[in-house]
């Protein structure tokens, strides 16, 4: 089966994706997502001017061998865009396999482990009272698992609180935003206690500190949690720097969960050997593909460690597609972010899989499920968009 072209579709329906079409002499194509938020462009340049020419004509059942190459071969390994744009060839690869064996994707990977998937959401309230409704509200739609966030008082903007489909488009510019770490570390044992007091300890509840804090902080943090019993307590601190985990889990049992922003297995091999984390968030799209991710969960399986793909929206539906085949087989499965795109993503983007209960489902059609509508992304074109930054009062650069 030769690859006899392969186009790159970059469309913004509701905001920016960009998919690599993968064709092949026998009539069978595949997709794959390569969507960087905010760096879109770069990724879309890379498959175009440097990896979809040395496709054409190869065997595209050789997803190992086409992997290798463009990992080993490019000589400058790793890297968010690079990792990316290889995931988006493995995943559409991995599609047309799929579908030339005329069986679902999970079925090639070793077959189901579980029929339907445990997943998470995001309940975001400008004030206490509104995220508590809206767990509320999530709860009784029949989620048994909530990420909670809440306008930090004081703070003009806080991470993650924004309506859906509108979080980190700024166009002209990144939005620059305000962050006081004394203020969140007050604030965010009070949400929780408002949380723990309303709906008891019979829901999961998630927290995402998007890397705002120091290895002490989030000790600190992690160790005062403890009482609310989180499901996990997410990029505590940003995670270059990896033997910096070790003081949070001395001083703490709360799980902590990592890595949505990890291109490679070795951004995470010594927090896992280490068993630093409890949960590794790597998805088939930021990093590497089904090929790579398998590989990173294996590594975490040794370590108890569970996986936990990231699904937030600035990913299109393919990626959701190929995460809940990657989720229906891998046998350390813990968790997986549903966020929920937005009306025009899923008409660009017809897809097999779906939500029911706050549980996720494959689906059963051969490939991964998702396919692209290409007449309805050519009716939204690609806009500048940017994810926003964060400083301190007195100007400093911070981590958003
Ligand atoms: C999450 C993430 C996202 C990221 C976003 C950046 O846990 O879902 O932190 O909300 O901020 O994916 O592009
Ligand atoms: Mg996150």
């Given at each position: ?6 186009k ?5 329906p ?14 069978i ?5 390569a ?24 065997d ?16 400058w390994?790793?890297g ?9 060839v ?9 579908k ?34 809206k767990?509320?509200?999530f709860?009784e ?15 003009p ?6 309506k ?5 488009q ?37 927290h ?10 989030a ?55 280490e ?16 090929t ?8 975490a ?9 990231h ?24 968790i ?10 899923k ?17 059963e059609?051969?490939g ?20 926003d ?8 650069m911070?981590?958003?």
């Amino acid at each position: 089966m030769k690859i006899t072209n392969a186009k790159v579709i970059v469309c913004s329906p509701g905001r920016n994706f960009v998919t690599l079409k993968i064709e092949t002499d026998d009539g069978i194509y595949g997709i794959g997502d390569a969507t960087v938020n905010g760096r879109e462009l770069a990724v879309a340049s890379y498959l175009q001017d440097h990896l979809v020419p040395c496709l054409i004509g190869r065997d595209a059942s050789q997803i190992e061998d086409i992997w290798q190459y463009f990992y080993k071969g490019a000589y400058w390994r790793r890297g968010p865009i690079t990792m990316a744009a290889i995931a988006a060839v493995d995943v559409a690869l991995w599609d047309i396999k799929a579908k030339a064996a005329n069986m679902p994707l999970y079925q090639l990977l070793g077959g189901a482990s579980r029929t339907h998937m445990l997943a998470y959401t995001h309940a975001n309230g400008e004030t206490i009272e509104e995220t508590v409704d809206k767990v509320a509200a999530f709860k009784e739609e029949g989620w048994k698992a909530i990420r909670v966030q809440s306008a930090v008082p004081g703070l003009p903007v806080t991470y993650g609180v924004e309506k859906v489909g509108s979080l980190a488009q700024a166009e002209d510019k990144p939005r620059e935003t305000l962050w006081d770490t004394p203020t969140y570390l007050r604030f965010l044992p009070k949400l929780l206690d408002h949380l723990r007091d309303r709906f008891g300890y019979d829901l999961h509840l998630l927290h995402d500190v998007h890397h705002r804090l120091t290895p002490q902080e989030a000790a600190a943090l992690a160790k005062e949690v403890e009482r609310h019993r989180l499901f996990w307590l997410e990029d505590a601190v940003p995670a270059e720097n990896q033997e910096s985990f070790r003081l949070i889990r001395q001083h703490s049992t709360t799980p902590l969960a990592l890595g949505e922003v990890f291109n490679s297995i070795h951004d995470c091999r010594q927090l896992i050997q280490e068993q630093l984390i409890d949960y590794i968030r790597t998805t088939p799209l930021h990093a590497g593909g089904i090929t790579h991710v398998r590989r990173i969960a294996d590594l975490a399986g040794l370590y108890h460690i569970r996986t936990a793909c990231h699904g937030a929206a600035d990913m299109s539906p393919i990626t959701m597609g190929a995460a809940l085949h990657f989720d229906r087989w891998v046998p350390n499965f813990g968790i997986q972010e549903y966020a929920f795109h937005p009306d025009e993503a899923k008409n660009v983007f017809p897809h097999e899989w779906h939500l029911k209960d706050g549980q996720l489902y494959s689906g059963e059609k051969p490939g991964h499920g998702v396919d692209i509508d290409e007449k309805a992304a050519e009716k939204y074109p690609y806009r500048r968009a940017y994810l926003d930054v964060a400083r301190l009062s007195d100007g400093t650069m911070w981590s958003w």
